[in-house]
């Protein structure tokens, strides 16, 4: 699930923060979005909160980004 995610270069993120850059958009309100140093991934969730992303919530931004396409060809 978390590709090229380096612990060292964590460290560093964990003195500077992390760079983080959005990987997904998952629809109107919500991102996926991975640290460009270290790669490690986060997510947001529909309750507002910015929690790391594991298969739970990749799951369910699968299927938040697939009713909002939906929702999206509908009004087209
Ligand atoms: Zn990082």
């Keep these: 699930m ?5 612990p060292l270069k964590a460290l560093g993120c964990s003195l500077i923060g992390h760079r983080y850059q959005v ?3 998952v ?3 919500i991102q996926e979005l991975c640290c460009c140093t270290c790669h490690k991934q986060m997510t947001r969730t ?5 929690v790391p992303l594991n298969e739970r919530h990749s799951e369910i931004n699968r299927i938040l980004n697939h009713v909002d396409r939906k929702r ?3 009004r087209m």
């Design 23 to 25: 990987s997904c958009e």
């Design 72 to 74: 999206k060809e509908a």
């Design 46 to 50: 529909i309750y507002g909160k910015f």
């Design 27 to 29: 629809n109107d309100h």
């Design 2 to 6: 978390i590709k090229n995610y380096s």
